[in-house]
T-cell receptor
Framework: DQQVKQNSPSLSVQEGRISILNCDYTNSMFDYFLWYKKYPAEGPTFLISISSIKDKNEDGRFTVFLNKSAKHLSLHIVPSQPGDSAVYFCAASYNDMRFGAGTRLTVKP | DVKVTQSSRYLVKRTGEKVFLECVQDMDHENMFWYRQDPGLGLRLIYFSYDVKMKEKGDIPEGYSVSREKKERFSLILESASTNQTSMYLC?????????????FGQGTRLTVV
């Protein structure tokens, strides 16, 4: 049973607009959450993370929000750029690290 | 810069062969991971090692084993390769400490079993 879920396989947005990627988790033991970006034929690269003691973390155009009571996190990208087009994976960690199925983001010029 | 190196980018093996996938990291990280990535399924954890000679099963360990004799090296072994093990395999490492940190990934090994 997947402990980390990304229910939207794909998302398409216009350049300059906001991209919102969502992630849900089931295991309340998770205490650290991460977003990774992945291009084909490459390993995932780390984007941004958040500890369970916080509800928001911001890094430039990227902001991650955590709602512990709902077991939900989201990644906001503002403004979106064509170079952001990639597959985004949500991950959750306690001892090990579990990933969601990914969301393919396409940013159209 | 942290470097996680997987021994092969592409590999083609025959059904029934024993296959070794090697992963080496150069930053003295305690934790190492093996995942496989399949379309629609994301990254699924095969095995996790929290230190030398220590290992834990992930979500899909069947048909795989691992070896961690040295801190820098984590090997994934397919005991008898089957076509349903055709996949992209990804290795990662991370340090442990007071604060959580991200894991660093290798470039991946695309394995095809024929």
């Amino acid at each position: 049973d997947q402990q980390v879920k990304q229910n939207s396989p794909s998302l398409s947005v216009q350049e300059g607009r906001i991209s919102i990627l969502n992630c849900d988790y089931t295991n309340s033991m998770f205490d650290y959450f991460l977003w990774y970006k992945k291009y084909p034929a490459e390993g995932p690269t780390f984007l941004i993370s958040i500890s369970s003691i916080k509800d928001k973390n911001e890094d430039g155009r990227f902001t991650v929000f955590l709602n512990k009571s709902a077991k939900h996190l989201s990644l906001h990208i503002v403004p979106s750029q064509p170079g952001d087009s990639a597959v985004y994976f949500c991950a959750a960690s306690y001892n090990d690290m579990r990933f969601g199925a990914g969301t393919r983001l396409t940013v159209k010029p | 810069d942290v470097k996680v190196t997987q021994s092969s980018r592409y590999l083609v093996k025959r059904t029934g062969e024993k296959v070794f996938l090697e992963c080496v990291q150069d930053m003295d990280h305690e934790n190492m991971f093996w995942y496989r990535q399949d379309p629609g399924l994301g990254l699924r954890l095969i095995y996790f090692s929290y230190d030398v000679k220590m290992k834990e099963k992930g979500d899909i360990p069947e048909g795989y084993s691992v070896s961690r004799e040295k801190k820098e090296r984590f090997s994934l072994i397919l005991e008898s390769a089957s076509t349903n093990q055709t996949s992209m395999y990804l290795c990662a490492s991370r340090p442990i400490g007071k604060e959580h940190t991200e894991a660093f990934f290798g470039q991946g090994t695309r394995l095809t079993v024929v």
